[in-house]
């Protein structure tokens, strides 16, 4: 099974700041990364695909980068609205896997 | 606008069963893979398994195999997901999501809001 590993685990930011996610796999998985945004009490919600792609009506502010086995999601201004938790996936192959999620939570 | 309903969610003895249902409008569900996520309480994201369109492929996770089996009525824009022999470590959210998969975004496109699942000893 791919493992994925996600840095910070939690991370405290203010409103403005430029923060940056990174998930590591534990094998190559070209760029079959994808990352989601999950508020407390709601199902997750894709943000990027294929490493980098934008998903469809998703701010601009969102960026995701890398290949491989290094990949980074990174938000250029946070924003009140931001303060969730972030996971990435990996469906290279099965099973599908997750990182264990970053907390972002307000400073 | 595209839309997946779970259903079928609450509370059961290990050992015994249950049948969730996902319901999806407003796009072309046949033609989508599709895939069960479970989250335990305060936990992360775990696939469960996926069904391609035609339901000739499925994959499923070590820590349900052989106790849980995803199916699909294309007919009936549904899927489910069939619990058997559950146990206390089954007891969380459910959601269900299409899967883009194969030349699309790999991804998990749209979700469902979820079921909760709990199991008892």
Redesign the interface.
């Known amino acids: 099974d791919i493992q994925m590993t996600q840095s910070p685990s939690s991370l405290s930011a203010s409103v403005g700041d430029r923060v940056t996610i990174t998930c590591r796999p534990s094998q190559i998985i070209s760029r079959y990364l994808n990352w989601y945004q999950q508020k407390p009490g709601t199902a997750p919600k894709l943000l990027i695909y294929a490493a980098s792609t934008l998903q469809s009506g998703v701010p601009s502010r969102f960026s995701g980068s890398g290949s491989g086995t290094e990949f980074t999601l990174t938000i250029s201004s946070l924003q009140p609205e931001d303060f969730a938790t972030y996971y990435c996936q990996q469906t290279y192959n099965t099973p599908i896997t997750f990182g264990q999620g970053t907390r972002l939570e307000i400073k | 606008q595209a839309q997946l309903v779970e259903s079928g969610g609450g509370l059961v003895k290990s050992g015994g069963s249950l049948r969730l249902s996902c319901a999806a409008s407003g796009f072309a569900f046949s033609d989508y893979y599709m895939?069960w996520i479970r989250q335990a309480p305060g936990m992360?994201?775990?696939?469960i398994s996926?069904i391609s369109g035609t339901g000739s492929i499925i994959?499923s996770?070590?820590s349900v195999k052989g106790r849980f089996t995803i199916s699909r009525d294309n007919a009936q824009n549904s899927l489910y997901l069939q619990m058997n022999s559950v146990r206390v470590e089954d007891t969380a959210t459910y959601?269900c999501a299409s899967?883009n998969?194969g030349g699309g975004?790999?991804?998990?496109?749209i979700?469902?809001?979820?079921t909760m699942v709990s199991v008892s000893s």
Do not use: K, M, R, V
Not at chain 2, 44 to 47: C, H, K, N
Not at chain 2, 105 to 109: G, K, N, R, T, Y
């Open positions: 895939s992360g994201l775990e696939w996926y994959h996770a070590d959601y899967f998969y975004s790999d991804a998990f496109e979700w469902g809001q979820g």
